[in-house]
């Protein structure tokens, strides 16, 4: 297997080009490129469709920080070591309570083992670890057909559609 150079991008559970440049700060904003920025530098910026702003991972996602957010037309939250978990929530969170609409993006220690958990969050695409095997992080996100627990992808659990198939068998 050759060694990847460059970090990639899944979004959609599809390998894509990505366009936008991760940003430490504004003044590294390349002209004419889609950027990344910290969350406060997106905030003082003129915003747009060419910048969208990345979380940290202890980010707290208020009424107020979502219906910002709600202007972004993606959203980028850090994973700073994989063992941080604090970003599923943020995720979690700007889609089920706050109805965000756009790419929710995992950056950072992003490992394949995650990408079907972080899937069920919210997620929608994956800036992965240099080192992961983007054919093996494909087929992670379907690493199972059925899930016990409700996700952003099916808040029904699966003992309730049990009890509903179950319940046609006794209409029928």
């Known amino acids: 297997m050759p060694e990847q150079t460059s970090r990639p991008l899944i979004a959609d559970r599809r390998v894509v080009t990505d366009e936008w440049v ?16 910290p969350l406060a530098d997106w905030q003082a910026s003129s915003k747009g469709d ?3 702003p990345w979380l940290p991972s202890d980010t707290e996602m208020t009424d107020a920080l979502a219906r910002e957010l709600d202007a972004a037309p993606l959203v ?3 994973f700073p ?14 889609r089920e309570r706050h ?20 899937s069920r969050c919210g997620f929608d695409a994956f800036l992965l670890r240099e080192d992961q095997i983007v ?18 992808d099916d ?15 006794e209409v029928a």
């Not at 070591?81 to 700007?94: C, E, P, Q, V």
């Not at 950056?107 to 958990?117: K, P, R, S, T």
């Open 99 to 118: 109805g965000y609409q756009g790419q929710i993006r995992a950056i950072g220690d992003v490992l394949i083992d995650q990408l079907f958990y972080m």
């Open 50 to 52: 060419d910048v969208a």
């Open 76 to 78: 980028a939250i850090d």
């Open 155 to 169: 808040p029904e659990p699966l003992f309730r559609r049990r009890l509903r198939e179950a319940h046609k068998g």
């Open 81 to 94: 070591k994989f063992t941080d978990g604090r970003g599923y929530s943020i995720a979690r969170l700007l």
């Open 22 to 37: 991760l940003c430490e700060d504004a003044t590294q904003r390349p002209k004419g490129q889609p950027a990344l920025l």
């Open 135 to 152: 054919e093996d992080a494909l087929n992670a996100l379907s690493t199972f057909s059925r899930s016990y627990q409700p996700g952003t």
